[in-house]
Structure formats: structure tokens, C-alpha cells
């Protein structure tokens, strides 16, 4: 079943400020977490993605965070820009191994000028 | 950089009426989904494709859906006939193996009258 979700529906930011978007999940097995950007009118795109076997990994002006303790993971955005105006889900497998992909509600992030 | 394109951009038809809907995946992948997204909700998982057959479906895929990859670079959904609820986003994706990421299209509007 479902076991990805997200705490807020919508999140706004100045520009230039960093935002956090959060995301839970409920499997404790599940092993790769992914985030993708999803612009209006588009499909979504791939931003970064993490492993259990770690808890950080860094992009450019990304940062993912995985808490495996408390089934948390989240989306660090530094220096956000109007272009990261977006929804923002997180997604992952159904299961180990599965190709299919569980994506969470989705955080509308808008970049206030 | 290479990317999944999807054809049409809009599908408007009739209830009980057959669709097609057309993807090039990138063309060094080997692995094929399809996603659809009904407005203002998630992305749900619906088949994904390797080697000329299923490999995985979910509920939503159901006998009115067939896939097909008629030729070495398109890969096509079918809906046999139609209902209102099929209206949605249908977005296909691709992947160069079966857990690395997935590349997803601008995906198709389908909207059934």
C-alpha cells in the first residue's frame, strides 16, 4: 500500500531563502528514497535521490537527509531561486527491488520575489 | 541531453472511444513505465515494460489497458474504451536498468467527454 506522504500541502519562501520540505514514510525495509520537481504543465524531474545506507548526499543546491530512526526524510533547497517554484514529491519503490514507483501528495513550493 | 517525449501533447475523446497514446523513450534505455496523474492528485504507478513483455502492473492497469513497443523506439498505452475517470496526465518514463532513475515525459492530457 501506500507508505509515502508528505506534512505540508503547500510552502512559500522568499528568494534567497533556504526551504525545507518534508516527507514520511512507513515501510522501515524501504531502501532508496527519490525526489522529483514537478513544474506546471510538466513531467516530473528527477532532483536527487539517497540510499539507506546513508543519511545525507548533496547536490547542487540540494540536500536530501534521511532519518531512518524515525522514518522521516526531507528536501533542503538553499538559495531559492524563482525557478524552484514547483511541486515537489517524494517518492519510492513499492517494495525492494520493485520498479514501481510510490509517489507521496506532493509540497506546492512557491518562491515569493 | 536526451529525453522521453510523448505524443499528443492533448488527447480530447469520446467516452467508449479507443486511445493511443505514443512514447520515445531515451533511446539507450531498456526499462519502460507508464503513469498517470488525475488533476491536483499524485502520480500513480500504472506498468512498467522490459523485454518485450509486463513487468509489473497495478490495479489501476486493468484489461481495458494494453502497452505495446511496436518498433525498437516507440512505446504506446492503449486505452480500449475509454471512461470519464480515465481523464488524467499520462506520463511515460524510462530507465537504463530496473532501479536506477526514471526519466519521465511532458506527458499527455487525455481528457474523455
Known amino acids: 500500500g501506500e507508505s509515502v506522504g508528505l506534512h505540508l500541502p503547500t510552502l512559500s519562501v522568499q528568494e534567497g531563502d533556504n526551504s525545507i520540505i518534508n516527507c514520511a514514510y512507513s515501510?522501515?525495509?524501504?531502501?532508496?528514497f527519490i525526489w522529483y520537481k514537478q513544474e506546471s504543465g510538466k513531467g516530473p524531474q528527477f532532483i536527487i535521490d539517497i540510499r539507506s545506507n546513508m543519511d545525507k548526499r548533496q547536490g547542487q543546491r540540494v540536500t536530501v537527509l534521511l532519518n531512518k530512526t524515525v522514518k522521516h526524510l526531507s528536501l533542503q533547497i538553499a538559495a531559492t531561486q524563482p525557478g524552484d517554484s514547483a511541486v515537489y514529491f517524494c517518492?519510492?519503490?513499492?517494495?525492494?527491488?520493485?520498479?514501481?514507483?510510490?509517489f507521496g501528495q506532493g509540497t506546492r513550493l512557491t518562491i515569493n520575489p | 541531453e536526451p529525453e522521453v517525449t510523448q505524443t499528443p501533447s492533448h488527447q480530447v475523446t469520446q467516452m467508449g472511444q479507443e486511445v493511443i497514446l505514443r512514447c520515445v523513450p531515451i533511446?539507450?534505455?531498456?526499462?519502460f513505465y507508464w503513469y498517470r496523474q488525475i488533476l491536483g492528485q499524485k502520480v500513480e504507478f500504472l506498468v512498467s515494460?522490459?523485454?518485450?513483455?509486463?513487468?509489473?502492473k497495478s490495479e489501476i492497469f486493468d484489461d481495458q489497458f494494453s502497452v505495446e513497443r511496436p518498433d525498437g523506439s516507440n512505446f504506446t498505452l492503449k486505452i480500449r474504451s475509454t471512461k470519464l475517470e480515465d481523464s488524467a496526465m499520462y506520463f511515460c518514463?524510462?530507465?537504463?536498468?530496473?532501479?536506477?532513475?526514471?526519466?519521465f515525459g511532458p506527458g499527455t492530457r487525455l481528457t474523455v467527454l
Open positions: 515494460f522490459y523485454n518485450n513483455e509486463i513487468s509489473e
Open positions: 533511446s539507450n534505455h531498456l526499462y
Open positions: 517518492a519510492e519503490p513499492d517494495r525492494q527491488g520493485a520498479q514501481k514507483l510510490v
Open positions: 518514463a524510462s530507465s537504463g536498468a530496473a532501479h536506477n532513475e526514471q526519466f
Open positions: 515501510n522501515s525495509a524501504s531502501d532508496y
